[in-house]
């Protein structure tokens, strides 16, 4: 017989709002918001909400928002002690003579690897990505062919790189969630490395003319405002128009956004910051269940134990907004009773969170305790129990 339990856990669930922990199902979009952006979304890094979207799956350029993933290849280069900060690679006349925004790496010289990160990250250097790639990968084309690669594992499955910088090429592509993802996987991974990107300003080399050091602020307009921003990458080509992807915390939340589309530097600072507000003073993380927690309990059929609990196995939290907060209901269903054997940790019972008759996620629960089957005896009295008078309670 297939069973509902909702009452017990209702109440766990007004305790579990105080447990500590982070949950990371996959939601439907929560709000509903206009926005002036062509492609967008808002992700709520811990839960991994979708909070609003637009065209978030749209093919797109992603320019120097690109940056992201040369990071992150480099980044990944000095976990692996393949690679270190103070390294010094060398400038090729390539690395030199591309366009767009530059550190001004010298022809012919050698840049240390955390000066050449600091000129992706806070300058936007395309000088310094053709450095690092050629660097670590022997040419450009190579590293390229590396970032998408390593895209893929990462989950990015829309996203194809062809250079380093984010240099307009056709088949250089990917998507506001990918992006999103990739902030996220990029923030978790090495926070070690991800203060680079809340740093205002850098300073290397030394302007031919003035005869004084090169210093350029960095491009992010969230930074120099007070709403909580440390990071990420902006972007702008005249094909993809001008973009962001932006990280934002306040007390234990950090939200990630990515816009794309907007048409001046003016619209993409004003209508970041309106979207991150918004997820904020709409939204909100409640905790449900810490790792490990009795969920519920369940009748065993013709085991040495008579019951046997449930057990989450992840840390669950919602996002949801603010005023739908007490619409959620939770419960947990099974085939009542189990039959044993039972290995502990296998799953046994779904838990569902819905909120007004919208199922929000289903989650596995899984058996607390091995239990074994009884003998035929055993058997044979414990069902005969069973049928007289229900589980025996433990």
């Not at 084309?141 to 989950?155: S, V």
């Not at 907007?262 to 939204?283: A, I, V, W």
């Amino acid at each position: 017989m297939r069973v509902s339990s909702s009452n017990k856990v209702a109440a766990v669930f007004l305790a579990a709002l105080l447990a500590v922990g982070l949950a990371r199902p996959a939601l439907a979009q929560l709000g509903q918001v206009e926005t002036v952006a062509r492609q967008m979304v808002l992700i709520d890094a811990d839960t991994d909400a979708v909070i609003f979207e637009k065209n978030a799956d749209e093919l797109m350029p992603p320019s120097s928002m690109s940056k992201l993933m040369t990071a992150f290849m480099v980044f990944d280069q000095l976990a692996a002690g393949k690679l270190r900060m103070d390294d010094m690679l060398p400038v090729s006349e390539k690395a030199w003579r591309i366009q767009g925004s530059k550190m001004f790496v010298p022809l012919g010289g050698r840049v240390k690897v955390e000066d050449l990160l600091r000129g992706v990250i806070v300058q936007s250097g395309n000088d310094a990505c053709v450095v690092l790639a050629e660097g670590i990968a022997g040419t450009e084309e190579r590293f390229a062919e590396m970032m998408t690669d390593r895209a893929r594992e990462l989950g990015l499955k829309n996203s194809s790189f062809r250079n380093a910088s984010g240099w307009p090429d056709p088949q250089h592509l990917t998507t506001a969630r990918d992006l999103a993802m990739l902030a996220k996987q990029l923030i978790r991974h090495f926070p070690q490395y991800y203060h680079f990107y809340s740093e205002k300003e850098f300073t290397y080399g030394i302007d031919q003319v003035s005869k004084k050091p090169i210093t350029q602020g960095n491009r992010n307009p969230l930074l120099y405002k007070d709403i909580g921003a440390d990071g990420l990458k902006t972007g702008h080509t005249e094909a993809a128009g001008y973009g962001l992807t932006a990280s934002a915390k306040r007390g234990d939340r950090r939200l990630i956004l990515v816009v794309n589309g907007l048409k001046s530097m003016n619209e993409r600072s004003r209508e970041s910051e309106r979207l991150l507000e918004l997820g904020f003073s709409q939204f909100d993380n409640y905790k449900l269940f810490a790792a490990g927690a009795v969920v519920d309990e369940a009748d065993v059929w013709l085991g040495d134990a008579a019951r046997i609990p449930l057990l989450i196995d992840r840390n669950l939290a919602l996002t949801l907004p603010r005023q739908t907060k007490n619409t959620v209901k939770v419960t947990v269903s099974y085939e009542n009773p189990i039959p044993a054997p039972i290995v502990k940790g296998t799953p046994v019972a779904t838990l569902t969170v819905a909120s007004r008759d919208a199922t929000l996620m289903e989650v596995p629960l899984v058996a607390g305790a091995d239990v074994q089957q009884l003998g035929f005896t055993g058997r044979i009295g414990a069902a005969v129990s069973y049928l007289l008078w229900g589980a025996k309670k433990q």
